[in-house]
Nanobody, 121 residues
């Protein structure tokens, strides 16, 4: 079965950086749109960033534009999220997701287990 495994989370001070990784297995990786989501305690899961199969198109939530960068390495079946200028409000569990692109947008079929990111003020 498909597995998505996130890593790279941790505790960082405000203004710092982290890079999250998500390694996929048993997935035709380059054929899948990949995304990052996050969920803070007491809130709903929200979209953070997405990237097309060939890496040519990216999307970001307004709250992270200019600070976060999503990228992928199809040879390594891995998607990344570089997070800079972190703020306390970025604290959440970050999830990797994979899916197919449809005319109305991606449909995510696969999810990782999440990695905790905590930003201290």
């Amino acid at each position: 079965q498909v597995q998505l495994v996130e890593s790279g989370g941790g505790l960082v001070q405000a203004g710092g950086s982290l890079r999250l990784s998500c390694a996929a297995s048993r997935l035709t990786f380059s054929a899948h749109y990949m995304g990052w989501f996050r969920q803070a305690p007491g809130t709903e899961r929200e979209f953070v960033a997405g990237i097309s199969g060939n890496g040519g198109t990216t999307r970001y939530a307004d709250s992270v534009k200019g600070r976060f960068t999503i990228s992928r390495d199809n040879a390594k079946n891995t998607v990344y999220l570089q997070m800079n200028s972190l703020k306390p409000e970025d604290t959440a569990v970050y999830y990797c997701a994979g899916g197919r692109w449809y005319p109305l947008g991606p449909q995510y079929d696969y999810w990782g287990q999440g990695t905790q990111v905590t930003v201290s003020s």
